[in-house]
């Protein structure tokens, strides 16, 4: 059980255009998310805190209107990335917060690999 | 802000060596967390730490949180090549609901 998906799993698209990422919780019900970049050889870094139902809260330095998210569900969140660019290309990864609902109990997706060309 | 330092960057071993790693962190933390992650995948959580001083075991896998609460080690005994992968530790503070901060990762190369 506690399984979270990602879609796509890799994406690829052209510099200005925007991409949307889901983060699912198959089988939970996850009230908080969390999305975190990637890039390569380096750490996770927190981008920004999800809950279902209202807006989500962004670690300094990410830009909210950049890297739009949206809880909609209990059981899904989106991280849109508009007007991508080149240097957003990363490893876009989703965790949720397990049924227990405690902080330290989280389940990461797969990952979604974002190139801008 | 907080950093958390995790060391080795990286560690060739042989088949059957132990393996030892560790993160400090400039704060103290209240949960300290091990993750796996294969290229191409998310992290896989290997073992939570919530008491200064706990010693818990997964396996072949052996973490601690340091009782200083500002410290980690993970412990992999007699390696095998699937404990190929990039290993992350992850704190959390009182005040920071759910936001874990990752080290920056021990790549293991296991060979046989």
């Known amino acids: 059980g506690a399984v979270v998906s990602q879609h796509p799993s890799w994406v690829i698209c052209k510099s200005g255009t925007s991409v949307k990422i889901e983060c699912r919780s198959l089988?939970?019900?996850?009230?908080?998310m969390f999305w975190y970049r990637q890039f390569p050889k380096q750490s996770l870094m927190l981008m920004a805190t999800s809950n279902e139902g209202s807006k989500a809260t962004y670690e300094q330095g990410v830009e909210k209107d950049k890297f739009l998210i949206n809880h909609a569900s209990l059981t899904l969140s989106t991280l849109t990335v508009t007007s991508a660019h080149p240097e957003d290309s990363s490893f876009y990864i989703c965790?949720?917060?397990?049924?227990?609902?405690?902080?330290?109990?989280?389940?990461f997706g797969p990952g979604t690999r974002l190139t801008v060309t | 802000g907080q950093q958390l330092n995790q060391s080795p960057q990286s560690m060739f071993i042989q088949e059957g060596e132990d393996v030892s790693m560790n993160c400090t962190s400039s704060s103290i933390f209240n949960t300290w967390l091990w993750y796996k992650q294969d290229p191409g995948e998310g992290p896989v959580l290997l073992i939570a730490?919530?008491?200064?001083?706990e010693l818990t075991s997964n396996g072949r896998l052996t973490a601690q949180f340091g009782i200083t609460r500002k410290d980690s080690f993970l412990n992999i005994s007699a390696s095998i090549p699937s404990d190929v992968g990039i290993y992350f530790c992850?704190?959390?503070?009182?005040?920071?609901?759910?936001?874990?901060?990752f080290g920056a990762g021990t790549q293991v190369v296991v060979t046989p």
């Open positions: 965790s949720a917060t397990g049924p227990s609902g405690r902080a330290y109990e989280q389940y």
């Open positions: 089988d939970f019900q996850a009230t908080t």
């Open positions: 730490l919530y008491k200064a001083g």
């Open positions: 992850a704190g959390m503070t009182t005040d920071s609901w759910g936001k874990f901060q």
